[in-house]
T-cell receptor, first 114, second 113 residues
Framework: SQTIHQWPATLVQPVGSPLSLECTVE??????LYWYRQAAGRGLQLLFY??????ISSEVPQNLSASRPQDRQFILSSKKLLLSDSGFYLC?????????????FGQGTRLTVV | AQSVTQLGSHVSVSEGALVLLRCNYS??????LFWYVQYPNQGLQLLLK??????LVKGINGFEAEFKKSETSFHLTKPSAHMSDAAEYFC???????????FGTGTRLLVSP
């Protein structure tokens, strides 16, 4: 069966520090991968999605970037964190592009920028 | 472009009462619709999905939702609330093509004894 791993679970980082969140999927090949951010009371905002290695689409221009160095690995990064980057970050995958099937979510990373 | 509106950021019910969480969507093509549940500090779990088959969709944990095209709605219901149902619920829509899932802002369900 397929599983998705996301780490760390919680992270407290100072303003201006770098960020690296990692997500890996097991049990499937060529998944479609997504990074979402969830801010309190604001639902889920899609940040990036990827349909293959090295293929990244950005939904919202901001202080973050994403990379997909391997088929089942998706990394969210920042060179310098801002206070506004605080939130709950969720990685997800689907076996079909877009919304024809459901997305499966990781457990999330709670990021607090101080 | 698709969009989703969830009416009510918080819904409170008593244990054993009917649960009704509202979702209205906007889509220029027949939509794909989903309900997810999120427990505190966890990811989202799929409750049920509508993909143009039966309009009444049954999901996990006794939840169901009915697709009503004329009302552009996909409300989530459960006949009898349980304490363990307390969580945040998200409705999502897609046009089924290579478009992202668009999520609503969520409804927090509170269940009192």
């Amino acid at each position: 069966s397929q599983t998705i791993h996301q780490w760390p679970a919680t992270l407290v980082q100072p303003v201006g520090s770098p960020l690296s969140l990692e997500c890996t999927v097991e049990g499937t090949s060529n998944p479609n991968l997504y990074w979402y951010r969830q801010a309190a009371g604001r639902g889920l905002q899609l940040l990036f999605y990827s349909v293959g290695i090295g293929q990244i689409s950005s939904e919202v221009p901001q202080n973050l970037s994403a990379s997909r160095p391997q088929d089942r690995q998706f990394i969210l990064s920042s060179k310098k964190l801002l206070l506004s980057d605080s939130g709950f970050y969720l990685c997800a995958w689907s076996d079909v592009p877009g919304g024809r099937t459901e997305a499966f979510f990781g457990q999330g990373t709670r990021l607090t920028v101080v | 472009a698709q969009s989703v509106t969830q009416l009510g950021s918080h819904v409170s019910v008593s244990e054993g009462a009917l649960v009704l969480l509202r979702c209205n969507y906007s889509s220029s093509v027949p939509p794909y619709l989903f309900w997810y549940v999120q427990y505190p500090n966890q990811g989202l779990q799929l409750l049920l999905k509508y993909t143009s088959a039966a309009t009444l969709v049954k999901g996990i944990n006794g939840f169901e939702a009915e697709f009503k095209k004329s009302e552009t709605s996909f409300h989530l219901t459960k006949p009898s609330a349980h304490m363990s149902d307390a969580a945040e619920y998200f409705c999502a829509v897609s046009d089924g093509g290579f478009q992202k899932l668009v999520f609503g802002t969520g409804t927090r369900l509170l269940v009192s004894p």
